[in-house]
């Protein structure tokens, strides 16, 4: 069992930065790949970012490449996402996402574990 926690979210200005944060409880945090995904309003759930257990291999989505990093700090049970040069268009509530395989997935279904979600607005 995992369970997760976002913080980081808030409201900022197109071009600006944020860096999300998802603290995991649970002792196999480790062995589990991390994801981010994002709904906006009236839209369906977007996988945003992914991370191997180990680290190392990563996967965005298109939309996001080269402004978003995702990274992890398994001794500390926590995964971010830096996000640079924010949109209006990334205006989302942006969950954090745990997947026992361990293989950075781009499949949103793949994900077993979901936080609450934080909510990102940029305003333009």
């Known amino acids: 069992q995992v369970q997760l926690v976002e913080s980081g979210g808030g409201l900022v200005q197109a071009g600006g930065s944020l860096r999300l944060s998802c603290a995991a409880s649970?002792?196999?945090?480790?062995?589990?790949?991390m994801g981010w995904v994002r709904q906006a309003p009236g839209k369906e759930r977007e996988f945003v970012a992914a991370?191997?257990?180990?680290?190392?291999?990563?996967r965005y989505a298109d939309s996001v490449k080269g402004r978003f990093t995702i990274s992890r700090d398994n001794a500390k049970n926590t995964v971010y996402l830096q996000m640079n040069s924010l949109k209006p268009e990334d205006t989302a509530v942006y969950y954090c996402?745990?997947?026992?395989?361990?293989?950075?997935?781009?499949?949103?279904?793949?994900?077993?574990?979901w936080g609450q979600g934080t909510q990102v607005t940029v305003s333009s």
């Open positions: 649970g002792r196999t945090f480790s062995s589990y790949a």
């Open positions: 996402a745990a997947d026992p395989s361990g293989a950075p997935s781009g499949h949103i279904y793949e994900y077993d574990y």
């Open positions: 991370i191997r257990w180990r680290g190392g291999i990563t």
